[in-house]
């Protein structure tokens, strides 16, 4: 059997709970045809790059899945009739994460610190300091003088 990274986008109108079931639902129809989901992950609802029918966000869930390709098609076949899915994504990949996938992992806040150069001001690295008044050229300030004149 193959295995299967699987990316589902629900609507935002729904809720976690339906969400759930959603995935419960599609992780039946894959068990049905002879396949396993061993990892379910629940994302949480992001910001969407683009809007997808009239959605700007949406629910993010990832199943891991090891299944006979007639399975995964009959899944995502469910999947287009489904309303609340709004896009789907199955990738074909040689082995299955172990763990938490990268969305789910804890951002070290110590790394994200040092990253930026934190000066004697307090700001970041593409702080310049104060301006500097610039040297004025010659035709500049005759200019000036003769608009004061008028």
Not at 122 to 150: I, K, L, N, S
């Amino acid at each position: 059997m193959a295995l299967y990274e699987h990316v589902l986008l629900a609507r935002q109108d729904v809720s976690a709970q339906q969400v759930e079931a959603l995935v419960e639902q599609f992780k039946g129809i894959v068990e049905a045809n002879g396949g396993s989901v061993p990892k379910v992950e629940y994302w949480g609802v992001k910001s969407l790059g683009y809007r997808i029918k009239k959605n700007r966000k949406a629910h993010y869930s990832l199943l891991n899945i090891n299944a006979p390709a007639a399975a995964v098609a009959e899944m995502e076949r469910q999947m287009r009739i489904n309303e609340d899915v709004l896009r789907f994504m199955t990738i074909r990949v040689e082995e299955l994460e172990e763990g938490q996938s990268v969305m789910l992992q804890k951002r070290d806040r110590d790394e994200r610190s040092d990253r930026f150069d934190r000066g004697p001001g307090g700001g970041d690295r593409f702080d310049r300091g104060p301006r500097r008044e610039r040297p004025r050229r010659e035709d500049e300030a005759t200019t000036e003088a003769t608009a004061g004149e008028a």
